[in-house]
């Protein structure tokens, strides 16, 4: 079964900080994809970024990326200058592409973030 | 684009009283989702469509829920003989046909159980 771990409740960052939110995935599927969500309190889900399992090169959204290190099974999401608007609660999700677990994207637990003036 | 909508925003019921929540995807999306979400925690797949057909539900779905996709375009979930531990946000989400695609959700609909 799929399953992403998220094990930082909480994070703090200083404003133009970079902070690095971490999340590791259990999967037996061989193609897969990692997403990245953003919830602020008025309660959106905002995509970030997404990773295909097969992309050797790390992806980049603006000041996010995402730190995939396949062997390890982890998906970080780095936030670089961090903004007091980037205060949010951030989702790590995953997906098979291969049609084997039927396309449903699974959630972690979530981080929240604080950014300090 | 107008995005995912979901009606109502919020909704307070009684326990034992059944509510319908309605979900209209963006246009050309034919997949659509269903989760739920409690205070603090993520959401929590409960059923997914491919057009008009229910393609998986989550084993954690009794059958007090059910949800429809008629015609393939909106979706209605509906909660038979509330219990207080239903109280939740009901989250909707749609994509297009590609596996990689993101979702696309709506800003919910606030059940609470009294």
């Known amino acids: 079964a799929q399953k992403i771990t998220q094990t930082q409740p909480g994070m703090f960052v200083q404003e133009k900080e970079a902070v690095t939110l971490d999340c590791t995935y259990d999967?037996?599927?061989?193609?897969?994809?990692l997403f990245w969500y953003k919830q602020p309190s008025s309660g959106e889900m905002i995509f970030l970024i997404y990773?295909?399992?097969?992309?050797?090169q790390n992806a980049t959204e603006g000041r996010y990326s995402l730190n995939f290190q396949k062997a390890r099974k982890s998906a970080n999401l780095v936030i670089s200058a961090s903004q007091l608007g980037d205060s949010a609660m951030y989702f790590c999700?995953?997906?098979?592409?291969?049609?084997?677990?039927?396309?449903?994207?699974?959630f972690g637990a979530g981080t929240r973030l604080f950014v300090k003036a | 684009d107008t995005g995912v909508s979901q009606d109502p925003r919020h909704k307070i019921t009684k326990r034992g009283q059944n509510v319908t929540f309605r979900c209209d995807p963006i246009?050309?999306?034919?997949?659509l989702y269903w989760y739920r979400q409690t205070l603090g925690q993520g959401p929590e797949f409960l059923t997914y469509?491919?057009?008009?057909?229910?393609?998986?539900k989550s084993r954690l779905l009794s059958d007090r829920f059910s949800a429809e996709r008629p015609k393939g375009s909106f979706s209605t979930l509906e909660i038979q003989r509330t219990e207080q531990g239903d109280s939740a946000m009901y989250l909707c989400?749609?994509?297009?046909?590609?596996?990689?695609?993101?979702?696309?959700f709506g800003n919910g609909t606030r059940l609470t159980v009294t």
């Open positions: 990773q295909g399992s097969y992309d050797e």
């Open positions: 999967t037996s599927d061989q193609s897969y994809g």
């Open positions: 989400a749609s994509s297009p046909g590609q596996s990689y695609s993101p979702l696309h």
């Open positions: 246009s050309e999306h034919n997949r």
């Open positions: 469509f491919q057009n008009e057909a229910q393609l998986e």
């Open positions: 999700a995953m997906r098979d592409l291969a049609n084997t677990g039927g396309f449903k994207t699974i």
